[in-house]
């Protein structure tokens, strides 16, 4: 309730609801899987954009979803590929401090301008979003009046909602 409120996240301001209206973004953590299993994931539910969300977009046990085999491989399968760091996890005094700060904002700001564009997914690592820091973007998207859906695999998706009381992610 705090976030929707835009007390937890002061420097990221609500919208009002006519601009909200009709808003979707989707997520997606890459796992183990193999790249076609990601790409088939994606092109089934219509996403045209991939925004990688690590704050380091590789990976050494699955070279896969290295930064440069993903620029290389997702623009001939039909998903472009982007990369917006002021978003990835790993922050020095946790992820949720990190999301009071300026360079947060102007990241959730620019992932609304790519997805008010094309149909995007965000992606990070770890396929539960529960468990990432994909959880504190959706919490923030979903405040600012996006419809959040986590992508699982080609036939599962599900809608964002609040995890608060199964883990902790700080």
Known sequence: MAAEQGLLFPQV??????????RTVYTIGHST?????????????????LVDIRHFPASRHNPQFNRSVLEAELPGRGVEYLTLEALGGYRAGGY??????EEF?????????????????YMCAEVK?????????????????????????????????????VIKCD
């Open 33 to 49: 899987r193999p790249l076609e299993a990601l790409v088939s994931a994606l092109r089934r539910h219509g996403v045209e954009l």
């Open 129 to 165: 979003w529960w468990r990432c820091h994909r959880r504190h973007v959706s919490d923030v998207l979903a405040a600012r009046g996006w419809t959040v859906i986590h992508i699982w695999d080609e036939k599962r998706a599900e809608p964002h909602r609040d995890k608060d009381n």
């Open 105 to 121: 904002a102007r990241g959730i700001e620019r992932l609304e301008a790519l997805a008010a564009q094309k149909r995007t997914a």
């Open 96 to 101: 949720r401090a990190y999301m009071q700060t």
């Open 13 to 22: 301001a609500l919208r009002p609801e006519a601009e909200r209206a009709g």
